[in-house]
């Protein structure tokens, strides 16, 4: 527990991955709104610091707006080998939604959709993306 406070020393693998998702960032903050945004997949072997990056990456970003990671434009969504609530559940949780769990899954997209634009989400990671095949909506 005392490790998760602290500051991970960034490897030329992580300063590599933290600029090729801020170039995805950037770019898709270019397209106009309802485009559909590229996307990337990590498929690295456990252990390299996948999750590690993804902290560094919302950091990063909210260090550079001058706002704490909370209400950053980089949301970092872990999916729960454990838990079963779909994708757009997980995204509203992340975001502070106290229904996180209830509505139909289109109404949960829909619900999902306009809180990531309030915040003004740029990136969305999901972290542990592997587990999304054993949920619904997967």
């Known amino acids: 527990a005392a490790f998760k406070n602290k500051q991970a020393i960034p490897l030329p693998v992580h300063v590599n991955l933290v600029k090729a998702m801020d170039v995805l960032r950037q770019a898709g903050a270019l397209l106009a709104p309802g485009v559909q945004h590229d996307g990337m997949c990590v498929c690295l072997p456990s252990g390299v610091g996948k999750s590690t990056v993804a902290a560094m990456m919302a950091a990063s970003a909210a260090a550079r707006a001058g706002v704490p990671v909370s209400e950053g434009s980089v949301l970092v969504v872990s999916l729960d ?30 619900r999902a959709i306009k809180l990531l634009a309030k915040r003004g989400i740029d990136l969305i990671i999901v972290d542990e993306f592997n587990h999304a095949v054993d949920r619904g909506q997967a």
Do not use: A, H, R
């Open 81 to 110: 080998v454990e838990e079963t609530i779909s994708l757009w559940s997980c995204i509203l949780k992340e975001l502070g939604d106290p229904f996180f769990d209830v509505g139909y899954p289109k109404n949960l997209k829909k």
